[in-house]
């Protein structure tokens, strides 16, 4: 299962939160400072934004980015924080806008009934941006939200954390403005698939059983001309290890392919290209047990690997790397340990779990199975532990480092910018 959310979890110190902020506000002019990083590669690493984990947030994911080139993401944790009655200090996190001059803007900050830690964010071709927060909200189970081109926030579905689901971890639109996600937790007890309509209706599509369909579904859904949507369950299957499945208009649940502790461990979510084939990651297993890149064609079934990590230079654990592809078919992608920086360098906290290495960010041509590493996090004033990227028409890559590093255990997230 995915990690458990709580307050108690989040919870911190006034002075900690004061001693973070400090520190987040150091590296944040640190970063400035330094502009442009060059990597080991011919491409030019820039760092756009290094977030303080105050009211800007900390945590940051981006996932839209608009024709004038702004970028829209979400902050984990940061904003606001409430202080309880144990002196205990909670963040719940912020939907942000950055410009392509590095101003952020703070769209909306939560504060717990509108939900808390959003994971996931879509843009629909108004400008509106609807996202879901994985806590929160009268329930405490997570919501739907709606901000507007206006700036207005509004919630489209308050989960109950029963048969609706709890927990959401992602969000995909159809042509007609419609809704199609996931939650981890509820339903059978497994997870759930639903729909929320433009009226803001919910309607529940599927709820997962723990057998050949898997359970606690997560990562990137992804929806064809057809009306059929895609995604991954990260454990169960006939293999017990994750499924990658195929949802139909009708409400039927196909298993297309199941892992077990020989073929990868823990699928995170899909990409889908313009022929219907499915691109994924797998955090753990493979070749190297550093995770893979594996293709799926959903209609004959046929699945092959497309490259295994092998945790050294060319990085390792694929997770929450989200993926894009550009016009010409190559995959994009970050995986969070790896590369060539220094076991106790920059990332320093990651080191006593991973081998070495703070990650990178990679290109797969998947006809070849060639993969490029595009940049090798250091941990220092660019960041590490990389958490997925989205494209430009022009070929620019966008993404986030989930901290800012310097031996720093618990800093507060990078926005970056790799031009080819």
Not at 37 to 57: E, K, R, V
């Amino acid at each position: 299962m995915g990690d458990v959310v709580s307050d108690a979890g989040f919870s911190k110190s006034v002075s900690a939160v004061g001693r973070r902020a400090c520190i987040g506000v150091f590296l944040t002019i640190l970063a400035l400072a330094v502009g442009l990083i060059p990597s080991a590669q011919a491409q030019t690493f820039n760092l756009i934004y290094g977030f303080t984990g105050g009211a800007d947030g900390g945590g940051p994911s981006v996932f839209a980015r608009d024709s004038a080139g702004n970028l829209y993401g979400t902050a984990y944790e940061g904003g606001v924080y409430v202080l309880d009655n144990t002196g205990s200090l909670y963040d719940y996190g912020t939907v942000f806008k950055l410009d392509r001059n590095g101003k952020e803007t703070t769209l909306h900050t939560f504060t717990g009934g509108d939900g808390y830690h959003p994971a996931w964010l879509v843009r629909d071709s108004a400008g509106n941006l609807y996202g879901t927060p994985v806590a929160g909200g009268s329930a405490a189970s997570g919501v739907v939200f709606k901000i507007d081109t206006h700036g207005n926030f509004s919630l489209l579905h308050t989960f109950q954390g029963g048969s609706d689901g709890y927990w959401a971890q992602s969000l995909t639109m159809d042509s007609a403005g419609n809704l199609y996600g996931i939650t981890e937790m509820g339903g059978n007890g497994w997870g759930t698939i639903f729909k929320i309509d433009t009226h803001g209706n919910y309607t529940l599509l599927y709820s997962f059983t723990n057998s050949n369909d898997g359970r606690w579904p997560w990562g990137a859904v992804a929806l064809d001309s057809a009306g059929n949507l895609y995604g991954t369950a990260q454990y169960g299957g006939s293999g017990g290890w994750g499924v990658v499945f195929k949802l139909s208009q009708g409400g039927q649940l196909t298993p297309l392919y199941s892992f077990n502790s020989r073929t990868g461990e823990g699928p995170y979510g899909v990409l889908l290209d313009s022929a219907g084939n499915l691109y994924g990651t797998v955090q753990g297993g493979g070749t190297y047990g550093a995770g893979f890149v594996y293709k799926l064609n959903p209609a004959t079934q046929q699945y092959g690997v497309l490259y295994n990590f092998t945790g050294g230079n060319d990085g390792g654990g694929p997770l929450f790397g989200q993926l894009a592809e550009d016009a010409a078919g190559i995959l994009y992608g970050t995986a969070s340990y790896g590369g060539t920086s220094t076991r106790y360098q920059g990332c320093y906290w990651l080191a006593g779990y991973y081998t070495n290495g703070c990650g990178v960010v990679f290109k797969l041509n998947p006809s070849s199975g060639q993969e490029t590493v595009l940049h090798n996090f250091t941990g220092f004033a660019d960041g590490g532990d990389p958490a997925g990227v989205i494209l430009d028409p022009a070929g620019n890559i966008y993404g986030t480092s989930g901290y800012l590093g310097l031996l720093i255990s618990y800093a507060n997230g990078t926005v970056f910018e790799i031009k080819p």
